[in-house]
């Protein structure tokens, strides 16, 4: 089982980012993915979750309606939409894998993290 | 702001034992699982216990967790050097449309 994360970097508030987590090594559709952020020198937070299929999906609250998790199941990728970003949305951000299909945050496996960093 | 609270330090010296607790709510701990992850510095965090009390393959069985109610713990016997790293629980919450959770999160210190 292999996650890479990908797409973080500097944006400025109020800026769009899109991350990517390409996975490997399992079948993709039958899992869930959540993604996992922690801001610099703080404790992990659950962002977002998607369910194997893609049917289900679910944020924390403070990203509701500016974050959108998505999946291609056909590209064994998953995604994270980030709009609106302010500041502290600055954080390492990893990709996770369930080991069933809905989301239990029992996540046997991570990426390596990517960071993103909005600031003026 | 975690709806899961934990302490935030613990210590001990080598060979002892060490409890972590992770208090919750009837809208997390009522019908979900408990799972802890250890993170050591800079690298990405660990699963360390799933399923309340089940160690993945390859963790030591000095590792192990229990749940009772709204609260939950995460016990470490036979302290060792490499156990240096913080804690976190986490869990299903039913709460809204429902939502993954984490523990505030305890920093394990070998004296």
């Known amino acids: 089982v292999q996650l890479l994360d990908s797409g973080g970097g500097f944006v400025q508030p109020g800026g769009s980012l899109r991350l990517s987590c390409a996975a490997s090594g399992f079948t993709f559709s039958s899992y869930g993915m959540s993604w996992v952020r922690q801001a610099p020198g703080k404790g992990l937070e659950w962002v977002s979750g998607?369910?194997?299929?893609?049917?289900?999906?679910y944020y924390a609250d403070s990203v509701k309606g500016r974050f959108t998790i998505s999946r291609d199941n056909a590209k064994n990728t998953l995604y994270l939409q980030m709009n609106s970003l302010r500041a502290e949305d600055t954080a390492v951000y990893y990709c996770?894998?369930?080991?069933?299909?809905?989301?239990?945050?029992?996540?046997?496996?991570w990426g390596q993290g990517t960071l993103v960093t909005v600031s003026s | 702001q975690s709806v899961l609270t934990q302490p935030p330090s613990a210590s001990g010296t080598p060979g002892q034992r060490v409890t972590i607790s992770c208090s919750g709510s009837?809208?997390?701990?009522?019908?979900?699982?408990i799972n802890w992850y250890q993170q050591l510095p800079g690298t990405a965090p660990k699963l360390l216990i799933y399923?309340?009390?089940q160690r993945p393959s390859g963790v030591p069985d000095r590792f192990s967790g229990s749940k009772s109610g709204t609260s939950a713990s995460l016990a470490i016997s036979g302290l060792q050097s490499e156990d240096e790293a913080d804690y976190y629980c986490?869990?299903?919450?039913?709460?809204?449309?429902?939502?993954?959770?984490f523990g505030t999160g305890t920093k394990v210190t070998v004296l």
């Open positions: 399923g309340n009390n």
């Open positions: 986490a869990t299903w919450d039913d709460s809204l449309n429902g939502r993954g959770v």
């Open positions: 996770a894998k369930e080991s069933v299909t809905a989301i239990q945050t029992r996540f046997f496996y």
């Open positions: 009837s809208s997390n701990f009522g019908s979900n699982i």
């Open positions: 998607i369910s194997g299929s893609g049917a289900s999906t």
